[in-house]
C-alpha cells in the first residue's frame, strides 16, 4: 500500500526538520511506536540505523531501520531493513508562507503480521491512513506547542 498525507505547520522549515528527523522523538508523537535506540555511533544523517519496536496487531514488534535519504531542512527517508510490516517512509519539508508543508510519502506492507492482518484490505487501508494522519496532527500540535512554551 502506498499512501501520501500533506500538512502545514506553522513552525520554521529548519524547525519541522530537526524534529522529524531526529527518530528519537518518534515515540512522542507516532503513537505504535514504544521504542526507538540508535544503533550506529550517530542518530541521524544517511547510513545511520536504529532499532524500532512498534505495537502491532499481535504484540509488539522490532524492526531495523536505515536512513536512505537526508538533505538537511529538505528531506529524510527511512526504510525497514529487517522485521514485520516492511516500510519506507520519505517527508519532505517545505518552505510556504507562515510555515512549512510537511509531506509523507510512504509504502508499507502487512507482510508478517498474523492471519487476515497480513493482507492490507480496504478497510485496513483507511484505519492505516486514518491513524497516520493522527500520527502528523500530534506531531503538529507538539511543535506548536514546544513554540508557545519557548
Given at each position: 500500500m502506498t499512501f501520501e498525507i500533506s500538512l502545514r505547520i506553522h513552525r520554521p522549515p529548519a524547525e519541522v526538520f530537526a524534529y522529524v528527523a531526529d527518530f528519537r522523538n518518534m515515540p512522542r508523537w507516532y503513537q505504535a511506536v514504544e521504542r526507538v535506540t540508535a544503533t550506529t555511533t550517530t542518530a541521524t544523517g544517511k547510513g545511520a540505523q536504529f532499532?524500532?519496536?512498534r505495537s502491532l496487531p499481535g504484540g509488539s514488534?522490532?524492526?531495523d531501520v536505515e536512513v536512505t535519504a537526508y538533505t538537511p531542512g529538505e528531506e529524510v527517508a527511512f526504510s525497514s531493513t529487517s522485521g514485520p510490516t516492511p516500510f519506507r517512509y520519505h517527508y519532505l519539508i517545505e518552505p510556504i508562507p507562515g510555515g512549512t508543508r510537511l509531506t509523507l510519502n510512504g509504502?508499507?506492507?502487512?507482510?508478517g503480521l498474523p492471519g487476515p492482518f497480513a493482507n492490507f484490505d480496504k478497510f485496513a487501508e483507511h484505519l492505516f491512513k486514518q491513524g497516520m494522519n493522527k500520527n502528523l496532527n500530534t506531531l503538529k500540535r507538539i511543535l506548536h506547542r514546544d513554540a508557545e512554551e519557548t
Amino acid at each position: 500500500m502506498t499512501f501520501e498525507i500533506s500538512l502545514r505547520i506553522h513552525r520554521p522549515p529548519a524547525e519541522v526538520f530537526a524534529y522529524v528527523a531526529d527518530f528519537r522523538n518518534m515515540p512522542r508523537w507516532y503513537q505504535a511506536v514504544e521504542r526507538v535506540t540508535a544503533t550506529t555511533t550517530t542518530a541521524t544523517g544517511k547510513g545511520a540505523q536504529f532499532s524500532m519496536v512498534r505495537s502491532l496487531p499481535g504484540g509488539s514488534a522490532r524492526n531495523d531501520v536505515e536512513v536512505t535519504a537526508y538533505t538537511p531542512g529538505e528531506e529524510v527517508a527511512f526504510s525497514s531493513t529487517s522485521g514485520p510490516t516492511p516500510f519506507r517512509y520519505h517527508y519532505l519539508i517545505e518552505p510556504i508562507p507562515g510555515g512549512t508543508r510537511l509531506t509523507l510519502n510512504g509504502q508499507i506492507s502487512g507482510a508478517g503480521l498474523p492471519g487476515p492482518f497480513a493482507n492490507f484490505d480496504k478497510f485496513a487501508e483507511h484505519l492505516f491512513k486514518q491513524g497516520m494522519n493522527k500520527n502528523l496532527n500530534t506531531l503538529k500540535r507538539i511543535l506548536h506547542r514546544d513554540a508557545e512554551e519557548t
